[in-house]
């Protein structure tokens, strides 16, 4: 009679045993090791074989932003998803695969550990393009100055080194550009400024226009920015002629504004104190009453200045004051007599 291994001896008892080792063993190991489920927000998507639309001579545009996964999810043991970052996940889409309206396939993947994340889920399915012809235009630059310059001190001249720039782009956003603007800060500013100032895009909002696929064939220009000293010097007025008979100058005379403020180079300014306005405007011959004029002072300013306040138009508002004269009576009344 053959006796039986005794390792088969309580065999049910040893494989009951087995099987709650096994299973202590999972509950231990998904204690310590669950699976779990990871965010990871603002995953960017690279553009694959963009060249194929270039080809054509068209260029494209991203639309709403959709190149830009806002959720991928990932899910899997902990030990594993813990240790994949942001930099780890790789989005891509393949513009061969893209459909008649412009719509790209996303594909998400992990570079590392991929074999034990268990799914990959992403908020995002295409990215959507904009695909049209390409255009070009040719715009004015236009110079623009921000903050406030030292007291007594007044802009001149803007000059920029090139005055024109050409932009080449998507036809739609193109022809949304109105302005190309380059800015510079003059804050506290007493000399001259010369400097290169970046050129920015708007539209006809004055919102600035930009996209990868927006060239220009300058990004910068060089500008240079006059400062100019403030002086205010008064209005200096003289009349010809006499008033007809019975009257005289009253002595009473107005100038409004009495002074103004002028804006010019230091030595220009240097020399002058006042504004005169010759008498040969002012002729006071025969008149019977005040005489009241408008006198334009942009005549008479030196070369190279200007009135320091902009919305000031140049004229000023004189009155030359003609009143009866007491002498002139009492003659008449001494030959009524």
């Known amino acids: 009679m053959k006796t039986r291994p005794r390792i088969l001896n309580n065999m049910g008892l040893k494989l009951f045993s087995l099987g709650m080792a096994f299973m202590l063993w999972l509950l231990v ?6 699976v779990i489920e990871t965010r990871i927000y603002d995953v960017p998507v690279k553009l694959l074989h963009t060249d194929l639309i270039l080809e054509d001579n068209k ?4 639309v709403d932003n959709s190149d830009v996964i806002s959720m991928v999810s990932l899910s899997g043991s902990r030990s594993v998803v813990d240790m994949i970052g942001k930099e780890d996940v790789s989005a891509t889409a393949d513009v061969a695969s893209m459909t008649e309206d412009g719509l ?17 889920r992403s908020s995002s399915s295409y990215v959507e393009l904009l695909v049209e012809d390409s255009a070009s235009r040719n715009l004015t630059l236009e110079a623009e100055t ?34 190309a603007v380059a800015t510079v800060d003059v804050t506290g500013a007493k000399d001259n400024i010369t400097t290169y100032s970046d050129i920015v895009l708007l539209d006809a909002e004055g919102e600035p226009v930009t996209g990868s696929n927006i060239s220009m064939n300058i990004y910068t220009v060089r500008l240079t920015v006059e400062i100019l000293p403030v002086r205010e010097v ?6 010809m002629g006499k008033p007809g008979a019975g009257f005289a100058l009253s002595g009473t005379n107005t100038v409004t504004p009495s002074a103004v403020r002028i804006a010019g180079n230091a030595q220009t300014l240097k020399n002058l104190s006042r504004i005169e306005i010759p008498a040969s405007e002012l002729n006071v011959a025969g008149l019977r009453q005040s005489l009241e004029k408008t006198i334009n002072l942009t005549t008479y300013l030196p070369e190279g200045t200007f009135f320091a306040d902009r919305s000031f138009d140049g004229k000023v508002q004189i009155r030359i004051g003609i009143v009866p004269s007491p002498e002139e009576d009492d003659t008449d009344a001494e030959n009524t007599d």
């Open 29 to 34: 190991t998904n204690y310590n090791d669950p």
């Open 59 to 62: 260029l494209y545009s991203v």
């Open 104 to 120: 790209v396939p996303i594909t998400v993947s992990v570079n590392k550990y991929s074999a034990s994340v268990d799914s990959i």
């Open 146 to 179: 921000t903050g406030s310059l030292a007291e007594d001190y007044e802009l001149g001249n803007i000059r920029l080194e090139q005055n024109q720039v050409r932009v080449t782009g998507p036809a739609s956003q193109v022809s949304s550009i109105t302005r």
């Open 234 to 239: 008064e209005i200096q007025i003289s009349t």
